[in-house]
């Protein structure tokens, strides 16, 4: 029989792979998860970024050294092109250098306490019976003016501790069952909420430490939002930290004994002290790294896989977010370990300043991807295929918030479908904001934060003293890395880019060149 040309295209169209069809490389993916359970370093990584280098505040000498640590490491591993990315901090540097709270009489207690970031330390050692002003906003300083000079200053209310379960969660199979089938998204929290949310609070925030700064309290001292000894401390706003008085978060049943004893008359007296050094010449920047493309049409492209690399102050900054970036690193480490070859290149990013506003993930989308404001495009906005973000504490992925990218649900299912055991698989449509894929999603990139069990994020680490190591959880940082390896990996292998949602709007005009 005589085929015609046309009849014969036809043919091979029907017996090829459709391009909608997912070709999972079962074989490194074998490889992969041999490496990543096998031989996994992602709890050296993490011993490394937390009680080695840990806190990494943006601005402190630690969050330097750890991510010149990470470059290093990265390059150990024979990534391409490590190094840090870096910007003018928008605030000075801060290091902690001494402090203790102490409780001379009824009796002697050393006191549980941390100083909040950018606050200045004491002036020298102080002691005073504290004053118990309650001050919740700008109406109640007509009541306290003029009586704090010299005096230390407790600010907060007697209330009983927080008593939420301190129990490590997973999600629960009715939990996976609603997110996965979850219809309606509702319109997402964007970049554009929570960078207005902040300015309104940041205003709110420092309105109470200028009122104890101008009237000259020696120092602060307010309760922290979680019981049990749990310090919950961050920094009074950002940008005008530096010039509030030195202000101290107290574990709530401490606060609680001393505002008892001064409720009932006895006076309790209270020594202290704090150190802080400001510097200029922060680095704080990014920690970038890459394996190279290998295929000639395609290694211009990028698959990006990234979470924040800075973290609070009072613990070591282990679930958020170490677990994260270690995760991350690990994941390139696996791939190069194996000796992927992935069509597009793999790039890592670990981003500054996340807690003071994204301040490392926006510089890099602003200086490689868009203008946010104006959406005006750079080249390598048409070249980026995916971004993948790991910020959520230690537990293990439980799949992936679509981020209202409806067209990416069948990609992922199959990139997925080797984790199903793993308990990996769930595709839901809602939503999540709070983490760096945001700005890559304010830009109109496919952008996607991992869900993953919340184990003790919530009720415990997050952003206290008790973000240590001892709260991570080894299996969940294997298993992720093993994921998320894989799914950089495939979607480095794909013919198409991950599909995209219509590109936002610019915010402003732009600016004639
Ligand atoms: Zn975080």
Redesign the pocket.
Known sequence: MHLSLSTLALASALLAPSPAEERIDEETIARIKMEGFQRSQVMDTLFQLTDVYGPRLHGSENYDKAALWSRDRLREWGLDSAEIESWPSPVPGWSLESFSIELLEPSYQRLLGYPMAWTPGTEGVVEDVPVVASIEGPGDFEAHRGKLRGRIVLNGKLESADGRRPEPERLTSDQIARLGSAIDPGRPRDYWDEEAEWKAEEAKELTIPRFFREEGAKAVLQPSSRGRGVLRVMSPGTFGASESAPTFVLAREHFNRLARLVDKGIRPRLRLSSAAAFRDGVLGGNVIAEIAGADPRLKDEVVLIG??FD?WHSGTGAT??AA?AAVMMEAMRILEAVGAKPRRTIRIGLWGG??QGYWGSKHHVETHYASLSTMELKPEHGRLAAYYNL??GTGKIRGVYLQGNEAARPIFERLLEPFAYLGAATLTTENTS??DHLLFDAAGLPAFQFLQDPIEYDTLT?HTNMDVYDHVSEDDLKQAAVVVASVAYLTAMREEKLPRKPLPPPRSPRTKS
């Open positions: 979470g924040h973290s958020d977010n994260g996340e807690e910020d959520n709070g983490t997050h």
